[in-house]
């Protein structure tokens, strides 16, 4: 279960930091503005892949300590991440020679949510649903 996992966290970090930088080519490409010196390569595709990889290792240890609890308090933990981490893009503070600066957040924030989804796209894919939650009737 463990090796299914983490696969599906490197294949869905994989996927993030592909999609991630078609979005940074295509943001550049319509807006004229390239912050491909700030937002690099290796680090768009390091942070994605590192963020599928700490959602498979979460994930593996809420569903073996919680079973279906543990899932359900995943998914809520891993939104709940996601969203709070676009702060981070809000109070970067860019070099003075970068052109347009109030584009910069318009071009990382969409990233951060790129592993998230990634992650439920391919989860069926990789590991089978958890029984449900048994109910008391």
Do not use: C
Not at 11 to 17: D, K, Q, Y
Not at 25 to 37: E, T
Not at 57 to 64: A, E, K, N, S
């Amino acid at each position: 279960m463990f090796k299914r996992t983490l696969t599906l966290g490197l294949t869905a970090g994989l996927l993030a930091g592909a999609a991630s930088l078609v979005y940074q080519k295509v943001y550049a490409g319509s807006l004229g503005y390239d912050f491909a010196d700030i937002a690099t390569l290796p680090g768009i595709a390091a942070a994605s892949v590192l963020g599928g990889l700490l959602a498979a290792v979460l994930y593996f240890l809420l569903t073996r300590w919680l079973g279906g609890r543990g899932e359900v308090l995943f998914n809520f933990v891993l939104m709940i991440l996601t969203f709070a981490s676009i702060v981070a893009p809000f109070a970067i503070k860019l070099p003075l020679e970068a052109e347009a600066p109030e584009l910069f957040p318009g071009l990382i924030v969409p990233m951060h949510f790129f592993p998230a989804l990634a992650w439920f796209t391919l989860k069926p894919l990789f590991l089978k649903p958890i029984q449900p939650i048994p109910t008391s009737a």
